[in-house]
């Protein structure tokens, strides 16, 4: 400060004809301060001062104090008297409030930045579970809870937050030893000064707590005392912000011509010449050295006193010395062009007020010889910019902090951290970047859910629900796959769903498919017996046309099965019902045709009954066109106003789509149905008048057990085909289709077969005749 204001007093283009004085009240101690503080105010002779000012000029300005309890103190009680209060290292968000401290201005960025730095950092390497610990003031209090607010928003959750301070109990510093022993979290965020983090290091050090990474705040990340104190090792490693380094020229020479001569009034100057220099000036009572010459000198003496290669908060003094000067020099010359009076043009220096000075602290705008511009906000703060700093261990066994980094809140949120490409330093016992997490991080395929209790970031990681996804780490929710997709294995992403449909490729097609070529084999097997053997009497007695009419529709209906298997189309969805429908009805048709004709020939009684003229060849013929024809127009009615289409089934398994035919009429298709089931019963019902009739091959029992079997089958597909899932629908229907067709075929044409083949001594008219009336049957 006196470097600053010498070196302004000697520049003729700042305060021309006006001199800066001073007044040092070295005290310490909140009430200590706070009495030099109203000393000031009414003009008491203070411990150090120089020639310049009289004892009855005015304090025009307040530097300091370097803590911000002392200043929350005295920086209330003087801004009742509109001075200024300017502090080089008292960082509380708190005294940003313009209400509270409205002469309250600073070169050192405010907490509420330094907190959302912290919070920052800890977010950039993933720690999401951390400590906090703080110094039982407001500066301790203010910082973290900011920390704590902003660490929140960045989604780092606290697992503890303490505080004490140096003149706490021991056994309070036991208990949160304890509670840093017992937590999972690694990293902790200290927001203390040194005094506070000497002992606590200290007792981590005698307890041998390692593998713990330390955040520090800039009160004493820097601090060079900490080498001195027991245990500082535990704190290597540790990662903070400070304010930047600079060069203050000049400062290093000035530094080295100090004599105590200069200063005699200085008790720390007497001690540190002292204490550098192992002599006794002549007014202290330390016998035990010789008395100093005089003749001592710092210019090639190294200490930290002459040390100016790391000018943080020291340069933040210079900066309030400067602050200062250019108000008073912009007051005096009006440079704004604002008048202080409205009766005077430019006020007189002799009388500055200092409410003044403080008008024009808030306008100041300049850039010091380094380049870095100085201004202050409308809260009084100064431009939040830091350096990242590791604390390291020097080749000289001392703690030095190694700049990774910097801050700059006036950068864009994603821009305002910037690390370096230097390598860091983790805290004692690690090797690597640590891990401090409530939970791992949960993969994709997984999702968060809380546990109960506990903060936001301790949660389970639970598998996604089937048909779900996430795709991302720590995700909150699982996507729903869309309606054609499911979700993969490891439920990470959606895969389009398997279409399935009876193929000819798979087993069960191969199967069908062999089955019913089989019943084509046998059909056209039968046919080629009837027509080797269609002259004789038993194929004659049988009515010939109809059987060949038959087997032609049972090979239709053989055929018909395989418009069922393979991938639905517009066309086979069209085909495959309406050549069932129609082919089972000339299929039942014939039978029935048979069945009238059995019937009425052996019900004819007299001899040269002309009955059966009314149901001849010619009838019976119009009589299965009849029959069929109807089946034809309700096909033709069920395709014209709402035909079959393929539809994708999803809804009878979610992990597969089932091509299917889609009935589009359920109308026309059970009216399809039910039609050949009308026919087949009365089918049945005429075969079973007919079963006890005189015929020596038994055709009437045959048809009314074929029926039964045909019966049979179409009851049972009606609850099988609704229960059946996918592509086993498809499959009872082919299998009704094949059981009921095979009945047919079996039952109607393997005896006659089996007699024309095997028997042929029965393939006789004299057979035939011998226990059948004699009634002329048309064949």
Not at 31 to 57: F, H, P
Request: aromatic residues 12%; charged residues 15%; glycine residues 6%.
């Amino acid at each position: 400060m006196i470097f600053a204001i010498n070196e302004i007093n000697e520049n003729p283009a700042m305060l021309s004809n006006v001199k800066l004085g001073y007044r040092i009240y070295d005290n310490c101690g909140t009430m200590d301060i706070l009495r030099a503080a109203l000393a000031l105010m009414s003009g008491l002779q203070g411990e150090v001062s120089d020639d310049n000012c009289t004892k009855t000029e005015t304090v025009q300005a307040i530097l300091g104090h370097s803590g911000s309890s002392p200043t929350i103190s005295f920086a209330r009680v003087v801004g009742r008297f509109r001075v200024s209060v300017i502090s080089h290292f008292a960082t509380c968000a708190c005294l940003s409030n313009r209400r509270e401290y409205p002469t309250f201005f600073r070169t050192i960025p405010s907490d509420y930045y330094q907190s959302r730095a912290l919070a920052k950092l800890v977010k950039h390497f993933g720690w999401t579970w951390v400590g906090a610990i703080a110094v039982d003031n407001e500066y301790g209090f203010n910082g973290i809870a900011e920390f704590i607010q902003a660490a929140q928003e960045y989604g780092v959750c606290i697992e503890y937050s303490e505080a004490f301070s140096s003149s706490d109990p021991p056994d309070r510093l036991q208990r949160i030893i304890g509670i840093i022993k017992q937590s999972t979290s690694k990293v902790i965020t200290a927001f203390m000064s040194h005094r506070e983090m000497k002992l606590l290091a200290g007792e981590l050090y005698k307890q041998n707590i390692t593998g713990l990474q330390w955040i520090g705040s800039d009160a004493w990340i820097t601090d060079h005392s900490l080498t001195d104190s027991e245990g500082h090792g535990v704190l290597v490693g540790s990662l903070g912000f400070s304010v930047t380094k600079a060069k203050i020229p000049g400062l290093e020479a000035y530094l080295r011509q100090l004599h105590p001569s200069q200063l005699p009034d200085s008790q720390f100057v007497r001690d540190f010449w002292e204490d550098v220099f192992h002599c006794s000036l002549g007014e202290t009572t330390n016998t035990h050295r010789q008395p100093c010459s005089g003749f001592e000198s710092l210019q090639n003496v190294q200490s930290q006193f002459t040390d100016v290669s790391e000018l943080r908060f020291t340069n933040n003094v210079y900066k309030s010395v400067y602050a200062v000067a250019h108000a008073l020099d912009n007051l005096i010359k009006c440079h704004d062009g604002t008048r202080p009076f409205s009766n005077q043009s430019c006020i007189d220096p002799k009388q500055i007020q200092p409410w003044q000075v403080l008008q024009y602290l808030d306008t100041v705008n300049f850039t010091t010889e380094e380049g870095e511009r100085v201004y202050f906000n409308s809260n009084g703060d100064s431009p939040a910019r830091y350096e990242l700093v590791n604390l390291q261990i020097t080749n000289k066994g001392t703690t030095e902090g190694a700049t990774v980094g910097i801050y700059d809140a006036s950068l864009p949120d994603r821009h305002q951290l910037i690390m370096n490409n230097i390598s860091l330093i983790w805290g004692k016992g690690l090797t690597e970047v640590p891990v401090s997490v409530c939970s791992e991080t949960c993969v994709p395929g997984t999702h968060k859910v809380l546990q109960k209790g506990k903060p936001v970031c301790c949660y389970d990681c639970i598998p996604c629900p089937a048909g779900e996804i996430s795709n991302l780490t720590d995700s909150i929710h699982c996507m729903k796959c869309p309606s054609e997709y499911w979700s993969n294995q490891q439920r990470d992403a959606c895969v389009p769903k398997s279409i399935e449909f009876l193929a000819c490729d798979e087993i069960l097609g191969t199967l069908i498919a062999l089955s019913s070529l089989l019943g084509v084999f046998l059909t056209l097997i039968a046919t080629l017996v009837f027509y080797c053997h269609k002259e004789t009497p038993l194929v004659r007695a049988n009515n010939c046309e109809l059987s060949f009419l038959l087997l032609f529709s049972l090979t239709l209906c053989f055929l018909c099965s395989l418009t069922f298997i393979g991938r639905p189309s517009e066309w086979s969805c069209m085909l495959r019902y309406t050549a069932f429908g129609i082919t089972f009805v000339l299929c039942i048709a014939c039978v029935l045709g048979k069945t009238v004709v059995v019937l009425m020939a052996f019900r004819a009684s007299l001899p040269g009954s002309n009955v059966m003229k009314w149901f001849g060849p010619t009838q019976q013929r119009l009589s299965v066109l009849a029959f069929t024809l109807i089946q034809v127009v309700i096909c033709i009615l069920w395709l014209t106003i709402n035909p079959p289409f393929p539809y994708k089934n999803m809804n009878h398994y979610n992990e597969k789509i089932i091509l299917e035919c889609a009935l589009g009429s359920t109308v026309g298709f059970w009216a399809v149905l039910g039609y050949i089931g009308l026919l087949a019963m009365l089918c049945f019902v005429l075969a079973f008048l007919a079963r006890k009739l005189p015929d020596n091959f038994n055709e009437a029992k045959f048809i009314t057990f074929s029926m039964l079997i045909f019966c049979a089958v179409w009851i049972t597909f009606i609850p099988a085909y609704v229960s059946s899932p996918g592509k086993f629908t498809v499959a009872v229907e082919i299998f009704a289709i094949l059981a009921s067709s095979y009945g047919l075929l079996f039952c109607i044409f393997l005896p006659k077969c089996y007699i024309i083949l095997f028997k042929p001594q029965q393939n006789t008219k004299k057979h035939i005749m011998g226990k059948t009336s004699h009634t002329d049957i048309h064949y």
